[in-house]
T-cell receptor
């Protein structure tokens, strides 16, 4: 299956700082998705990207679809304690069945007040 | 209910026993997905159902795993003769129709522990 590599694996930051994380794939993706998972809950979709070069914002979150189609970035500005959680990138590759998603291993974010 | 409902939320069982995990998707959603999340890992696709079409079982790790979806709604994931490596959180998701432009809504999962 697809390999999605996320970095960093974990981040410890202070409230108010900006955060940046990224995801790379071994092959071309046509869609990039970013999810957040809180402890004991299922992932929740934050941002969906459908076009190379696309830059999309959702409040303090901004994500970009890399022009090579093999990477994506998620930025969080002015972090707050409720940003704590695990952030996953996900997507299908060209050859996979529509709807079946591959996930990265996640970036664990900790925000200190 | 408003969201995807999974039961039980936690299951502890002995190695070799069979287990059944249940997923109740959002009403009206025709696509249903099962994923497995091992400790510290991302989600691993297992199987999905779309309407009355044959399910895509390509992600099931062994023939001990099976799933069915009755009446196009509730789904049950069954693991026979459980092994310790089956310990994980099993997540179910549903979407209005199959397709990457249709967001998958996840339940809170069943945490399965095999002793």
């Amino acid at each position: 299956g697809q390999q999605l590599n996320q970095s960093p694996q974990s981040m410890f930051i202070q409230e108010g700082e900006d955060v940046s994380m990224n995801c790379t794939s071994s092959s071309i993706f046509n869609t990039w998705l970013w999810y957040k998972q809180d402890p004991g809950e299922g992932p929740v979709l934050l941002i969906a990207l459908y076009k190379a070069g696309e830059l999309t914002s959702n409040g303090r979150l901004t994500a970009q679809f890399g022009i090579t189609r093999k990477d994506s970035f998620l930025n969080i500005s002015a972090s707050i304690p409720s940003d704590v959680g695990i952030y996953f990138c996900a997507g299908p590759d060209r050859g996979s069945t529509l709807g079946r998603l591959y996930f990265g291993r996640g970036t664990q974010l900790t925000v200190w007040p | 209910g408003a969201g995807v409902s999974q039961s039980p939320s936690n299951k502890v069982t002995e190695k070799g026993k069979d287990v059944e995990l249940r997923c109740d998707p959002i009403s009206g959603h025709t696509a249903l997905y099962w994923y497995r999340q091992s400790l510290g890992q991302g989600l691993e696709f297992l199987i999905y159902f779309q309407g009355n079409s044959a399910p895509d079982k390509s992600g099931l790790p062994s023939d001990r795993f099976s799933a069915e979806r009755t009446g196009g709604s509730v789904s049950t994931l069954t693991i026979q003769r459980t092994q310790q490596e089956d310990s994980a959180v099993y997540l179910c998701a549903s979407s209005l129709v199959q397709g990457v432009n249709q967001p998958q809504h996840f339940g809170d999962g069943t945490r399965l522990s095999i002793l």
